[in-house]
């Protein structure tokens, strides 16, 4: 009874953290603003073609993420629903895998990693299809764990459904379905009853299904994406270097095994002791093996019914592992958001194992257990307090407030990566873009977008960039800039977080730097993640030779700017006087704004 109320207790916080999350995540990364294009600019039947601005997802997941936009709008909320609802699917599925593969309170070890799993919460409240991907994942191996268990007797032609649905929906639901399938006839195979021919046959033949599934959608949809070169970049190191050139290239393995720890898994900077629990997880058998009888420990909750964890729970990471040594799938990061569950259920094993094995192993692996899990809950509480998780650059409440306080005439700057969220939201008419390639560094930006003032005719313009940080980084942040240096490719920029699920945060450069000779700085507008500032051609008229000073500086609330004023601007004048103002002056009249002294 106190383990089934504890795991309510955690499905609570799990459900609670993610619709607050989602509740409060009104803005979309530039990754979710290419989905979101794609979606508001094409039909439904037009989402069965190839996807503009490099983008590539599940045929069956787009269509369902059309459906979803047509009758709720496209609001961020809109479109964050579908991965919502799949992240709180996932949370009541975990248990009822855990619950069936390990005995009494270890089955809550898997629980909590899925619940306090940053990635998997962020994930959970995005525009991608990796949240999905893990409820797909689930249901396939309770419906695999129902084979198993009954040796065909029951559930193959469930599974069979399945699995071609499934293809349609998850692209890595091919991996799954080779891991567990393979499982299964290794499990049917030694069957020597009556029917046992026959249900190996049946799942032989499933098994075709699958795969002459998988090559029509490979060959109609996933084949015909385009592929972005920058992309390709990013996700090398999550295949063997092939050719080898020598011994130390098999260290891959080793880091990509750590690195699958830390992201998706969320144990950072403790990889290797959640890998070895993991590796527990597969070798050692339970200090026991419990009886038909012994299905329910003295707590009411359903024990361990195999001495090893079945290998369906298993065989989809190596299924993965194997496409990503032969060069067909990256096994990096959200990439592999799907096997977390199969991980963490080796891992709970783990534990459970090392409890049955050493003195006063009980209280040892609980102690552990416990150290490890705080990393991830760590990391979502230290979010919390801090407004939410980290969300993406608010760009819609800069791009509605620049709407109104631009004068007429005048023109707006933005760069490759502002462009997008320009096209979502809406700008003043007399937007010049810059072709920026998505690789260049912040400098090379600054640079762009100076030489372009410096072709205008207009005397006076607002340049928008987006994805930078304004403020220091939280101390979180701060621990995790060494960690993202090390792993950057192309940009050259040192990144304030960790780009899987959390979002790519350049330091802000001086803003003069994208100031021509001639011009001025005169007015800047500062939100969450993003900047717009005004500069003019110097002369009698220039803002700043009007207000005696480097111009006016006005600070929205955000999650970075602002935070203990939730109601009000705060207006810097010239770096010397202050004072706070109604928001309405900013947004009802932007002249009183600009005359302000």
Avoid: C
Wanted: charge should be negative; glycine fraction near 8%; aromatic fraction near 10%.
């Amino acid at each position: 009874m106190r383990t089934s109320r504890a795991a309510l207790a955690l499905l609570a916080i799990g459900a609670a953290v993610r619709i607050w999350g989602w509740a409060s995540h009104d803005a979309l990364f530039l990754d979710e603003l290419f989905l979101a294009l794609n979606l508001r600019e094409r039909s439904l039947l037009e989402m069965l073609t190839p996807l503009a601005y490099g983008q590539n997802a599940p045929v069956g997941w787009l269509l369902l993420q059309k459906v979803v936009t047509s009758v709720f709008g496209d609001g961020a909320h809109a479109l964050h629903l579908v991965s919502l609802l799949a992240s709180l699917a996932s949370l009541a599925l975990m248990w009822a895998l855990s619950r069936r593969l390990l005995s009494g309170a270890w089955a809550l070890v898997p629980l909590a990693v899925v619940v306090f799993g940053p990635f998997l919460i962020w994930q959970g409240i995005q525009l991608k299809q990796y949240s999905f991907d893990v409820a797909v994942t689930l249901v396939l191996l309770l419906m695999a764990l129902r084979v198993h268990e009954s040796r065909g007797e029951g559930g193959l032609l469930p599974l069979g459904v399945a699995g071609v649905v499934a293809i349609w929906f998850s692209m890595p639901a091919i991996f799954v379905l080779a891991g567990v399938g393979t499982a299964l006839f290794f499990r049917l195979l030694p069957q020597r009853e009556a029917h046992g021919p026959r249900h190996l046959a049946v799942l032989v033949a499933i098994g075709a299904v699958w795969l002459a599934t998988f090559a029509l959608n490979y060959a109609v949809f996933l084949s015909a994406a385009d592929e972005v070169d920058w992309l390709v970049d990013y996700w090398a190191s999550g295949f063997l270097p092939w050719p080898p050139t020598g011994v130390g290239d098999l260290r891959w393995f080793y880091d990509i095994a750590v690195g699958a720890m830390e992201r998706p898994l969320g144990f950072w900077r403790l990889g290797l002791p959640a890998l070895l629990l993991v590796l527990l997880g597969v070798a050692l058998p339970s200090i026991r093996r419990p009886s038909r009888r012994a299905a329910s420990d003295a707590e009411g909750t359903t024990t361990n019914r195999g001495y090893r964890p079945p290998a369906l729970v298993w065989a989809p990471v190596l299924v993965t592992l194997g496409a990503a040594v032969a060069q067909a799938y990256p096994f990096r990061e959200r990439l592999i958001l799907f096997l977390v569950p199969s991980l963490a259920i080796l891992l709970g094993r783990g534990v459970e194992g090392l409890a049955g094995r050493l003195p006063a192993g009980r209280a040892l692996a609980s102690a552990v257990a416990a150290g490890l899990l705080l990393v991830p809950a760590g990391i979502v509480m230290l979010w919390l307090p801090r407004g939410g998780l980290p969300v993406a650059s608010d760009t819609r409440l800069l791009f509605d407030t620049l709407a109104t306080v631009a004068r007429p005439g005048d023109v707006v700057v933005v760069d490759h990566r502002t462009s997008y969220a320009a096209r979502w939201y809406g700008l003043p008419p007399g937007v010049v873009g810059i072709d920026a390639p998505e690789e260049w560094s912040m400098a090379e930006r600054m640079a762009a977008i100076r030489s372009t003032l410096a072709a205008l005719d207009e005397s006076r313009a607002w340049i928008v960039i987006a994805d930078v940080r304004l403020a220091p980084a939280p101390p979180l942040g701060t621990a995790l800039a060494s960690d993202v240096a090390s792993r950057r490719f192309t940009f050259d920029a040192t990144w304030d977080w960790v780009d899987e699920g959390l979002g790519w945060w350049a330091p802000l450069p001086p803003l003069d730097d994208a100031v021509p000779t001639g011009w001025v700085r005169v007015s800047t507008i500062e939100v969450k993640g993003a900047v717009a500032f005004a500069v003019e051609r110097e002369g009698p008229r220039s803002l700043a030779t009007e207000a005696g000073g480097p111009g006016l500086v006005v600070a929205l609330p955000s999650f970075e700017i602002g935070r203990d004023l939730p109601n009000r601007l705060e207006v810097l004048d010239g770096d010397v006087a202050r004072r706070h103002i109604d928001p309405e002056l900013l947004l009802d009249e932007p002249d009183e704004l600009h005359d302000a002294e």
